[in-house]
């Protein structure tokens, strides 16, 4: 056989042998996408509970407020106008002037991390609750999370 012929050959199956085949690039993808949905399942548990303690914290922020509230008024907040009490005085105050002098926040009252408003109940006139309806965005499901 000449060299030219050998050659010729070796090329040949070079060309023949260069990428990869269809099955090669299936299995590929098929690893990827198993990592993919490990990767996607463990994130999940961990975003939801970072909202979890998102609502935890700002509760607390906000009860904070509602104590400091309560230590110039004597009073928790009424129900109704609730948490907007800490940003202007509520009608009917027995001592308006002992409300401020400046609002206890100036931010507007935040939504809970799934956007719903926390409710805010005056049980006694000194007890209170704040509760988010938690991820299911409902009260009196087992979700819900309060400062009691």
Known sequence: ???????????????????????????????????????????????????????????????????????????????DPGLEALRQPPPGLPDPSKWGPEPYTNKPIPLDPWGNKYVYENINGTSYKITSPGPDGRLGTEDDISNQ
């Open 1 to 79: 056989m000449s060299v030219r012929r050998k050659r010729g050959r070796y090329r040949l199956r070079r060309r023949r042998r260069s990428g990869f085949t269809l099955m090669e690039v299936l299995l590929v993808l098929a690893i990827l996408v198993i990592l993919g949905s490990i990767v996607v399942a463990n994130f999940s548990g961990v975003f939801s509970k970072a909202k979890v303690k998102a609502a935890k914290t700002q509760i607390s922020e906000l009860d904070k407020l509602v104590q400091m509230y309560m230590l110039d008024i004597g009073q928790a907040p009424p129900t």
